[in-house]
């Protein structure tokens, strides 16, 4: 929207950030904190805002030697170009990290190294490089994929709830642009199917991550016609396109990041349903023994048994995301199924277990999933010689991961590739300002996180949650800053002066009766766990109700329907973890445990 007349804003602030995921959260904060009143908006119900920053490791890329992590980076981005102050201002926010989470998220910082180096793989994602080995993960505690960094974050706007106000299920719809100075002055948000005009007196700042759920732009940017989303479903391209509107400069749109099973690959879920990240010991019983992996007409295309690098297998000297097939399948046979089967995750996985096709044989199988009966069967002839030779000339998997195929059946699971984000959008400078088609900053227009994210090509783990804290606080203290630029608008434009929106974070208020109790608990996969618990006169447990929770809707729901019974019919808190879903468990545990403390 391009204004050079009367706006009726239905409310002002300082500086709106649109997105409450880890880099919206930081922004929010670091403007609160210089002085701002700030509106961060979200498109997510509450509960399911955290954007991918609450699916992700919770692991902050980190360093200590500037020199050696600016190599490593620089050889991560070849063969392509950075700008080097971005280059530098990214590195150096990292070589300083531990400060920074210590300083300004409250916490003492772990070394993952230190505490785990069985990860080396990880943290050392391409050891080959120069500069590899001053890369190192920070984490707020010793623990992983548990949303610990997440809720560190959130807190920390709750704890400005005097200076941030926060509205859920509010997507922006287009910024409000100046005519004659290009300066970006507000946002039109909806808010319950109404159209809102917020006033932005000194900068908006984008944080509405990629587009991972948006087919249109996945087909026209990355060329695939599916990829499983396995992290937040509401990123969905918004910020790209009010991007565009005000003149924006795209960067990096073909690259996104993978993690999974084989190349980052997922069992196939139904369109707009969230693919289940399995790693680990999931990918070593997938990729291990009697299975392979096709490919769109049949043949294998990959080494099964390559671990990938955020979805990265190498390709003649470079590490690339392959080629995206529509409709991949892994085959396997009877010994095989019977491990997957066993494993304590992909045998609970109804994706796995309710989409198994079987066969008597490789002919039949081949016409149940619609490909080529002589290239399936040379596929599956080629396989077994390899096995039984050990030596996979096609693909040189590791010999010892070689198993032919027993007599039998024979069965056929769909795959798809997932996709964790992707890095495209506006284009940024080292001061988080969003550049036009010239190389010109956008007056007044910011980014941080995935949005434009650095990373031109090959991706090394942190970095995205090392992104969004170093951008963010950039963003969230340059658009916090009062602007003297003039402005052209009407004289008769009407602001009303000072006006706000009610922030959705409230107080909660929860009733209790006679031994009843109220615990809590941030220790789960999503927002706050809230349970009232019902003893009798003995202290015994009764009753426990989930008052409040926003955990998975898969392995994390299911944790939180059967263990509250489980716990009564046990008289305890402290009862075994739901597979799958041990991050919930422990939540709710922790909620339960804390009522209970309670009593007198």
């Keep these: 929207m391009i204004v050079n007349s009367k706006i009726d804003y239905d409310a002002s602030y300082d500086v709106v950030v649109l997105g409450f995921g880890g880099a919206g959260a930081t922004a929010a904060r670091f403007a609160a904190d210089n002085g701002a009143k700030v509106l961060m908006v979200d498109s997510a119900p509450e509960g399911h805002e955290g954007g991918n920053t609450r699916y992700s490791a919770q692991l902050i890329g980190s360093g200590d030697d500037f020199a050696e992590m600016k190599k490593y980076y620089q050889k991560l981005t070849a063969p392509m170009t950075l700008d080097e102050e971005m280059v530098d201002t990214f590195v150096n926010g990292m070589v300083n990290m531990r400060d920074y989470v210590q300083k300004y998220l409250g916490v003492k910082p772990c070394s993952l190294r230190e505490y785990l180096p069985q990860m080396q793989s990880g943290y050392w994602e391409y050891p080959e490089y120069d500069g590899v080995k001053s890369y190192d993960f920070t984490t707020v505690h010793k623990g992983l994929f548990d949303a610990a960094l997440w809720q560190n974050l959130k807190q920390q706007v709750v704890d400005r709830q005097d200076k941030i106000a926060v ?80 003149g924006a400069d795209m960067w990096h749109m073909h690259n996104f990041e993978s993690v999974g099973l084989f190349h980052g690959m997922a069992f196939a879920v139904e369109d707009g349903k969230r693919g289940r990240l399995l790693v680990g010991p999931q990918n070593v019983v997938a990729s291990n023994g009697s299975s392979f992996v096709i490919g769109d007409d049949g043949t294998r295309y990959f080494n099964e048994a390559e671990e990938n690098r955020h979805g990265h297998i190498k390709n003649h000297g470079q590490w690339k995301v392959p080629m995206n097939q529509e409709h991949p399948y892994l085959i396997f046979d009877e010994v095989k199924k019977k491990e997957l089967d066993s494993d304590e995750l992909i045998g609970q996985y109804a994706p796995y277990t309710e989409n198994i096709i079987k066969a008597d044989s490789v002919e039949e199988l081949a016409g149940k999933i619609k490909v080529d009966p002589a290239v399936l069967r040379e596929t599956f002839d080629t396989f077994n010689q390899a096995a039984a030779a050990k030596n996979d000339a096609e693909f040189h998997r590791d010999p010892t991961t070689l198993r032919a195929f027993v007599a039998g059946p024979i069965y056929a699971v769909k795959m798809e590739q ?76 009407a602001v ?64 939180i329907k059967e263990l509250p019974d489980e716990m009564v019919a046990k008289n305890t808190y402290d009862v075994d973890a739901v597979s799958g879903a041990s991050s919930t468990t422990r939540g709710l545990k922790d909620a339960v445990k804390d009522a209970l403390d309670k009593i007198k």
């Design 167 to 246: 509205l859920y299920n509010t997507p922006a719809k287009e910024l409000i642009q100046d005519v004659t100075s290009k300066a970006i002055v507000g946002v039109v948000i909806e808010r319950d199917h109404e159209l809102l005009k917020i006033e932005a007196r000194n900068g908006v700042v984008l944080a509405t991550g990629g587009f991972e759920n948006n087919q249109q732009m996945i087909e026209d940017y990355l060329g695939a016609k599916k990829l499983a989303p396995v992290g937040t479903m509401y990123n969905k391209g918004a910020g790209v396109k009010m991007a565009q509107e005000v």
């Design 418 to 493: 997932g996709m964790l984000n992707t890095q495209g959008g506006p284009r940024r400078n080292a001061q988080a300002e969003v550049l036009d088609v010239k190389g010109q900053a956008i007056p007044h227009l910011y980014s941080a996180g995935e949005l434009g994210g650095i990373c031109a090509n090959q991706y090394q783990g942190g970095g995205n949650l090392a992104e969004c804290l170093i951008f963010g606080k950039i963003a969230g203290e340059n658009a916090a800053k009062v602007k003297n630029d003039q402005v052209t608008v009407d004289a008769e434009t």
């Design 496 to 559: 009303k002066p000072q006006v706000s929106l009610a922030s959705d974070i409230k107080k909660d208020n929860f009733a209790t009766g006679k031994n009843q109790y109220i615990g809590k608990s941030n220790t789960g996969m999503g927002d706050e766990i809230v349970v009232r618990v019902t003893v009798d006169d003995q202290k015994n447990l009764q009753n426990v109700e989930v008052l409040k929770q926003a955990e998975s809707d898969d392995y994390g729901l299911k944790a």
